[in-house]
């Protein structure tokens, strides 16, 4: 009797897991269908398809290196579930076919590949380079759905809100709200900075006032960020524009001020002894 093992997978981790359901009963029908045994299956959960760098396909290359003379066959509900890079998944394939002697089979498409078959090679890297270019498209759509809430409706999209701001709403309706007991710390790291206190001495009172990040730059980004002048920082999409755009949320300190403090930022800090 044959042996295999399968891959299943899938990248969002607020997905059901149906998708990982349905992948097992596709496999285990094609299992059965064709009296093949099933030794070890691995699953990948919330996991890109944009690398093999992930942690149950790398144990699965392990379980092959030391296993790969009792298997057939590595099974996988689709071929993007394995790779959404054409090149790198075809090298992959014929890896493990020519290394390894395994055939990787994609049960929903009907192919199994076999790289000494010309019409099999052929099917097998139209179906990954349709899996990539869905992949770029969806990236496309992301990239212009993220330049749209941000230029044109002025919403944070980022999923953490910079201290001094709450998330409130859901969805399109979300938008950021003013924490004011955190909003008061920002203020006093602007309007200290602009007294020309020395950063490590701001630093030292906000964590005393309650400000809790400790790395080396907080105060610094703090004092970049344009989101409490009430601004977005957009990227560049295509032929739009990038730049600062006014946000729907309230600001916490005043345009001016934030460019003042962007301005004096460009010069050099004074020193602990004083010197620039």
Do not use: C
């Not at 003013?178 to 020309?196: G, M, N, S």
């Not at 729907?248 to 962007?262: C, R």
């Amino acid at each position: 009797m044959k042996r295999a093992i399968r891959y299943l997978r899938f990248s969002q981790l607020g997905q059901s897991n149906g998708s990982i359901e349905r992948q097992e009963l596709y496999t285990d029908q094609w299992l059965k269908f064709n009296n093949v045994e099933l030794v070890d299956t691995f699953i990948d959960r919330g996991k890109s398809a944009r690398t093999f760098d992930r942690p149950d396909f790398i144990k699965l290359r392990e379980f092959i290196t030391k296993h790969h003379r009792t298997v057939d066959y590595l099974l996988v509900d689709q071929l993007d579930r394995f790779s959404r890079d054409a090149g790198e998944a075809m090298s992959m394939v014929k890896l493990l076919q020519q290394k390894y002697s395994i055939q990787v089979v994609s049960v929903t498409e009907g192919i199994t590949f076999d790289y000494d078959t010309p019409g099999s090679f052929f099917r097998a890297g139209l179906q990954l380079l349709l899996a990539e270019e869905d992949n770029i498209n969806r990236s496309i759509k992301v990239k212009g759905g993220i330049y749209t809430a941000k230029a044109k409706e002025g919403r944070y999209v980022y999923k953490n809100a910079p201290f001094g701001y709450r998330k409130q709403g859901e969805r399109k309706e979300r938008r950021l709200v003013i924490e004011e007991t955190e909003a008061k710390i920002v203020r006093f790291i602007y309007d200290a900075y602009l007294r020309d206190t020395p950063l490590y001495l701001i630093k030292e009172q906000a964590q005393r006032l309650g400000f809790p990040t400790k790395g080396n730059m907080a105060i610094e980004r703090v004092l970049k960020n344009p989101t409490y002048a009430g601004l977005l920082k957009v990227e560049t999409y295509k032929d739009y524009a990038g730049g600062l755009f006014d946000g729907i949320h309230e600001p916490i300190v005043d345009k001016t001020t934030w460019m003042m403090v962007q301005e004096k930022m460009k010069r050099p800090e004074k020193t602990k002894d004083g010197h620039r």
